[in-house]
């Protein structure tokens, strides 16, 4: 897409796409009540452990039905992940600059947060198996190699948002999103950092003209 083209357009789509999902949830929220608990929202709650808690309570826990409510909720996350993840691609193909698309670079930032999520809430309130997984982790050895510095904010973001529905914070990636969206198109728009030439860049940079041809 070229600069010269009106955002009007895009801008007006992921807007209202981001509204429609402010609205699916408030839909679900009211139609579903007895379901509110299991949405991917508010976070995890670290167990408050002090040193006063000294007396052991033995308690019968129904790990099927722990499991099953976990499988849900992780299933939800990645579900509102994908939705997430979506205006964020769009992005990438309104900005890029290259005539072809990477198709597999499309597919992993959108792919990438489901496997995060995922990973984020099985290692979640678990310290042990935290480190047992980024052991695993630091002995593959990735050969990805990114074509533009910029596609390295996507795979971050899409590390933030998968982490955020992991933990159950999903509001936290929606703002993650929308934030990483609009400021993106903005510095694409003004092509930011293009031309030093300008009065403003002239007088922060102290560089004229001349300079800016060498």
């Given at each position: ?41 508010g976070g995890v709650e ?20 722990v499991e099953s409510v ?93 982490l955020g529905a992991g ?48």
């Amino acid at each position: 897409m070229r600069k010269s083209t009106p955002i009007r357009n895009p801008l007006f789509l992921i807007t209202c796409y981001f509204a429609a999902l402010i609205v699916l949830l408030q839909v679900v929220v009211w139609s579903f009540p007895r379901y509110v608990p299991l949405l991917p929202f508010g976070g995890v709650e670290l167990p408050d452990r002090s040193a006063d808690d000294a007396e052991v309570i033995a308690t019968f826990v129904n790990t099927d039905t722990v499991e099953s409510v976990e499988a849900v909720t992780l299933a939800m996350a990645i579900f509102g992940a994908l939705l997430i993840m979506a205006p964020i691609s769009w992005v990438y193909f309104i900005t890029t600059r290259s005539k072809m698309i990477n198709r597999s670079f499309a597919q992993t930032i959108v792919v990438l947060p489901v496997i995060v999520a995922g990973i984020a809430m099985i290692v979640q309130n678990n310290l042990a198996l935290a480190f047992s997984l980024a052991g695993v982790v630091a002995a593959v050895r990735f050969r990805f190699a990114l074509e533009e510095p910029a596609h390295a904010l996507y795979i971050f973001s899409a590390i933030a948002v998968g982490l955020g529905a992991g933990i159950g914070a999903l509001g936290i990636s929606f703002v993650i999103s929308v934030g990483f969206v609009y400021v993106n198109l903005l510095l694409w728009k003004l092509d930011y950092g293009a031309d030093l030439t300008t009065p403003f860049f002239s007088f922060l940079t102290g560089r004229g003209r001349d300079d800016n041809e060498l």
